[in-house]
């Protein structure tokens, strides 16, 4: 059931709120084992607890669930990044966008699994092992908020927070058939969310369909002090106005741009399903136009060199004694102690992209490579932003189906081409949604919608109109 | 002066007249709180937490570019340093640097100074804001020595605006004068009280002709920079002489053993990996930003100087000394207004106070006294009221004790004896006693002086030694 029903449901009953957290309860009791969406499973009498006390004090969520991706630091609660080296360690504080949410009535369920510290398509990364696709759990559920999807999917939250750096949360909302929402860069606060590279990094949702992310939306985004990098964007109302749009209501049309770059290399019936979908909105009024930027080749490689050389930097504070791994500094020289820390800290992936993001920084390579990608970053907002004025660019989320559990990560260049589609709004800060378009194979395929930054509110408005048309939201993988 | 010496100096002056740190609200006092206790997630590095960055610092950098003939840049672009040390929290420190798409607050300028023969004019490479690390102490004072270290967050991203000089220096009292001369002009400014614990520390380059620059870190005094500078040239001087050449090296200053020794840890120079920090968008600043903080910048202190010369009719000198703290030419401009007669309050302050705050290691922060007080003390000596032995000796009780030197008087009965009945009683007296010292002045004039000082003491320093002279003169019957 999506939020906004639960919660019309659970509004100021007590009875209702408590059969609805059981049931919840019993899913992670019967499902969990298998899929291994959570790092960490609060106790059901703590979140009972303090749901019971948000309905009672009538806050507008009702004491709804809310399932966390575990970068987001959440006071008092384990956030692991799923990385050995903050496998202990508990923030003193809240991540905006938690402190709003709780101070909204919803409560923290749990953590979900995630790549190392955002870096994978997969959840396969993951300290604590890899989560499992619930439309086929020999697959991967995508990633890096694999966790988040598929909590998500199979009904164990009935809403979850993601991180998206390069399509880290409409991946696997793609994978699972989930509503997977990038918003504009800035719109969420990123304070307390766990940095992977800054300058990409957005806090996202991961929701049963698009209404509920306006719902949720509404409490938490707006300005914030604490991050120089937040924008005010203005959403009261926005839950209100997408209520009123499909379900036999009316309909919006807006124009979809095909960019043709965008769709070589997309396995050919997940572009057929993706098309299918296209075509069923042209049919209910959607029109659409083609264009070709042939830019967008580089935004790739521009990607991974930003987000490399940002993240050897972020990660760099991993070291000091004051969290990570308990190894005694005593009569150790520093160096010898970050060593140890960091090589017993980290895993493969993060290993890699650190020393080739230190590389990208080092000097020579400077100019070479990130100054280089920056002026990509640029020419490709130059060339995207007015097409973006006339339409939302329509894609494949991904590339490909969800791959079987071993078989993307075993080639990091394989893995990394998975981002392909996703990676282009996150250069350019714009909006980006996953809507559940299909099935190829039995396995959920996406429609990646971007819009003009800032214009997250029609975006999600279009998003509801589009799930209305397409009419496959919400449904059930075979796990549930 | 020696031409074949270049010199060049990186100052970093703490910004200890702003209450809170460089990127978060916590207050910036390390000096008196107990260890980590002004610390939050932002300044100790924690996962998750952003910088924000103080307006105010700003502003000071801005005024002490303006002072300095610095261009300020029209984008301040914030970068991060990176380097392992367990001062450095997130393993980089926030900083700012030049650079492809980076540029520090301002750059060139200059500060004219006088120096041996012509004034010459040092120049300023660049002017930038940084943070400052964790304090470290090591419990066995060496690194090497000390089974572990402890760290004190308290100071970390405290405020820091470093200037970076030219080689222009030829000796080592060039860099005191420049340095006098920045620390003065960063008084009056109100950007760093020279009195605290830790307010500047400077980085010395120096080099001889053709040879290698060898750099000195951290050196916390004038006193010992000029030393470690002598130092240094001799060493280098004294290779040179044996035909060695000298290695580029860092090495640092020891004040107890008076030398300089090669710095243990290793200097990874040009492996800074420096890029614009993300989470700090570029601050705009508009020319009209730079007028505004222009206008309401106080007086600089040599035209402080120039207009005591024309106002007051002081020397250069003592112009030049009163302005040397804001405190002081502010303690004088006070005095005047109350009392008048410049040339009075500057000798005052110059020759009797100064001494009295010099012998207190020169600190003004011990400085109680009043514009008021020092008036009424040059009042009381104008009148007659207390002799100049007096006022000598209470001076110290006014300056650091802030008390009222018409209240000591009034209480301890100080008042100048003037009724000559007294003094003649008290000069009878001591002849009686000192037939021998009698018989001698009456030898010797000059042996009087004697008899002068035990009357004195008697009067406990309360008349006028001059008087008393005559007294004795006429009563031994060398006078009529």
Redesign the interface.
């Known amino acids: 059931m999506p939020v906004h029903d639960v919660i019309e449901i659970i509004r100021g009953d007590r009875r209702a709120l408590e059969e609805y957290i059981y049931s919840i309860y019993d899913r992670i009791e019967r499902l969990e084992k298998t899929l291994r969406g959570f790092i960490t499973i609060r106790k059901r009498e703590d979140v009972l607890e303090e749901a019971v006390r948000a309905n009672m004090e009538e806050k507008p969520l009702a004491g709804i669930p809310i399932a966390v991706k575990d ?3 959440t006071m008092g609660i384990r ?1 692991t ?1 799923a990385s050995a080296i ?1 496998e202990n ?1 508990v ?3 809240d ?1 905006t966008v938690i402190a709003r949410l709780r101070s909204a009535g919803a409560v923290i369920i749990g953590k979900t699994n995630m790549d190392e510290f955002a870096m994978g398509s997969t959840t396969e990364t993951s300290h604590f092992g890899p989560s499992r696709n619930p439309w086929d759990p020999d697959r991967v559920p995508g990633g890096s908020s694999g966790g988040s999807a598929v909590v998500v999917s199979s009904y164990m939250a009935p809403a979850a927070l993601g991180s998206d750096t390069g399509g880290s949360v409409r991946n696997p909302a793609a994978y699972t058939a989930t509503f997977g929402y990038k918003p504009t860069y800035g719109v969420l606060s ?6 992977y ?3 990409l990094d957005q806090i996202g949702l991961i929701t049963r369909d698009a209404l509920d992310t306006a719902l949720l939306l509404e409490h938490m985004a707006g300005e914030d ?5 937040s924008v005010d964007l203005k959403v009261s109302g926005l839950y209100r106005r997408l209520r009123d749009i499909g379900a036999g209501r009316s309909h919006l049309s807006a124009r979809l741009v095909i960019v043709r770059e965008m769709w070589e290399g997309v396995e050919e019936n997940v572009a057929r399903e993706v098309m299918r979908a296209i075509d069923r909105l042209s049919s209910s009024g959607y029109t659409f136009e083609e264009t070709s930027i042939p830019e967008i080749r580089y935004a790739l490689p521009a990607y991974y060199i930003i987000a490399f ?2 993240a ?2 972020n ?9 990570g791994l308990k190894i005694n ?3 150790m020289g ?2 010898d102690y ?1 060593s140890e820390v960091r090589s017993r800290g980290f895993g493969r992936e993060v290993k890699r992209r650190i020393m080739l993001g ?1 590389y990208i ?3 020579g390579y ?2 070479q490579y ?2 280089k990608a ?1 002026k990509v970053r640029r020419v490709l907002r130059d060339r995207l932003l007015p097409i973006l004025r006339r339409g939302y660019i329509a894609s494949p989320t991904m590339p490909i189906k969800p791959p079987r559990l071993g078989e993307a990560i075993e080639d990091p260049l394989r893995l990394y081409a998975m981002d392909i589609e996703t990676v282009v709004p996150n250069l350019i800060g714009a909006p980006a949604v996953n809507i559940p378009a299909g099935f190829v194979d039995s396995l959920p395929v996406g429609l990646q919608l971007i819009g003009a930054p800032m214009s997250d509110q029609d975006l999600l408005e279009v998003s509801r109109s589009v799930e209305d048309i397409i009419g496959i939201s919400n449904t059930t993988p075979k796990t549930g | 002066m020696d031409r074949g010496v270049m010199i060049g100096l990186e100052i970093h002056l703490q910004v200890n007249t702003v209450k809170t740190k460089m990127f978060c609200r916590c207050s910036s006092d390390y000096r008196s709180a107990l260890p980590n206790t002004n610390i939050c997630p932002v300044c100790l590095g924690l996962p998750g937490s952003l910088p924000v960055p103080n307006k105010a610092v700003i502003r000071k950098a801005i005024m002490l570019a303006i002072a300095l003939g610095s261009r300020v840049v029209d984008r301040i672009v914030f970068v991060r340093k990176h380097y392992f040390y367990p001062d450095l929290p997130k393993g980089y420190q926030i900083s700012q640097h030049r650079g492809p798409g980076m540029a520090p607050i301002a750059v060139g300028g200059g500060l004219e100074i006088e120096g041996e023969g012509e004034p010459r004019i040092i120049r300023i490479r660049r002017l930038g804001i940084e943070e400052d690390p964790a304090r470290i102490t090591y419990p066995y004072g060496d690194p090497l020595k000390s089974p572990y270290s402890l760290i004190d967050y308290n100071r970390s991203g405290v405020p820091l605006i470093e200037v970076v000089t030219e080689p222009d220096i030829r000796s080592s009292r060039e860099a005191r004068v420049f340095l006098d001369k920045l620390l003065t002009l960063a008084d009056h400014l109100g950007i760093t009280n020279p009195d605290l614990e830790g307010a500047f520390r400077v980085d010395v380059n120096i080099s001889l002709e053709n040879q290698e620059r060898v750099e000195v870190k951290n050196i916390g005094s004038i006193r010992d920079i000029e030393k470690a500078i002598n130092y240094e040239i001799a060493r280098q001087r004294g290779i040179v002489a044996g035909g060695g050449k000298i290695k580029r090296e860092t090495r640092h200053w020891d004040p107890l053993r008076g030398a300089t020794f090669v710095s243990r840890h290793k200097e990874y120079e040009e492996e800074y990996r420096y890029f614009p920090d993300p989470d700090l968008p570029p601050i705009a600043v508009s020319a009209e930003v730079v007028k505004e903080i222009e206008d309401g910048m106080p007086e600089l202190p040599w035209h402080m100087a120039e207009r005591y010369v024309r106002e007051y009719s002081l020397s250069r000198y003592a112009a030049r000394v009163l302005v040397s703290r804001r405190a002081l030419a502010e303690l004088f401009e006070r005095t005047v207004k109350i009392y008048g007669d410049p040339d009075k309050v500057a000798d005052l302050l110059i020759n009797d106070f100064l001494g009295v705050v010099n012998s207190r290691g020169g600190n003004f922060q011990l400085v109680r006294a009043t514009p008021e007080s020092i008036a009424k003390l040059l009042s009381l000596m104008d009148k007659g009221v207390i002799s100049i032995k007096i006022a000598k000796m209470i001076l110290k009780r006014v300056v650091i004790g802030g008390e009222d030197p018409e209240e000591i008087v009034a209480r301890e009965g100080l008042l100048v004896i003037s009724s000559d009945k007294e003094l003649e009683e008290l000069a009878e007296k001591v002849i009686r006693e000192n037939p021998k010292a009698v018989e001698d002045a009456r030898r010797n004039p000059k042996a009087i002086n004697y008899l002068v000082g035990q009357v004195m003491k008697l009067t406990r320093g309360r008349a006028d030694p001059q008087k008393i002279s005559e007294i004795i003169r006429r009563k031994i019957g060398l006078e009529r």
């Open positions: 970068n987001i630091s956030t990044c903050l360690y923030p003193p504080y991540a990123r304070y307390g969310l766990i940095a590279a800054s300058s002090p604490m991050d120089p990098t050389a940002e050897s930097s990660l760099a504070r991993y070291g000091i004694p004051i969290y500094p005593e009569n520093w160096e970050y230190s920084l080092s000097a400077y100019e990130y100054i920056l």
